[in-house]
Nanobody, 120 residues
């Protein structure tokens, strides 16, 4: 099993910043991609940002220029720096990681989610 634990969510005013962290643990052989997804009430879960093991990134258009995803491979941790937050960013943010456990077993794990609320 690969477990993901998120932290850093909370309440922030519009224009403010938050930094989310997600640490992976377990029998990890490798982590391929790590990413952040979010789901607002009544909406589908959407990709926010992903980062590959080599550092390449992809962002949702709605967050480009405001959010930055990064990872610390040595610590099996992914971060999401969120700046210039808008009320539309309010959602539960979920961390995702996929890769290989020992003996070539693939995993695709999700964190429990952390609430981000941006007030207007």
């Amino acid at each position: 099993q690969v477990q993901l634990v998120e932290s850093g969510g909370g309440l922030v005013q519009a224009g403010g910043s938050l930094r989310l962290s997600c640490a992976a643990s377990g029998s990890i052989s490798s982590i391929n991609t790590m990413g952040w997804y979010r789901q607002a009430p009544g909406k589908q879960r959407e990709l926010v940002a992903v980062i590959a093991s080599g550092g390449s990134t992809n962002y949702a258009d709605s967050v480009k220029g405001r959010f930055t995803i990064s990872r610390d491979n040595a610590r099996n941790t992914v971060y999401l720096q969120m700046n210039s937050l808008k009320p539309e960013d309010t959602a539960v943010y979920y961390c995702n990681a996929n890769g290989l456990m020992g003996w070539g077993i693939r995993y695709d794990s999700w964190g429990q989610g952390t609430q981000v609320t941006v007030s207007s």
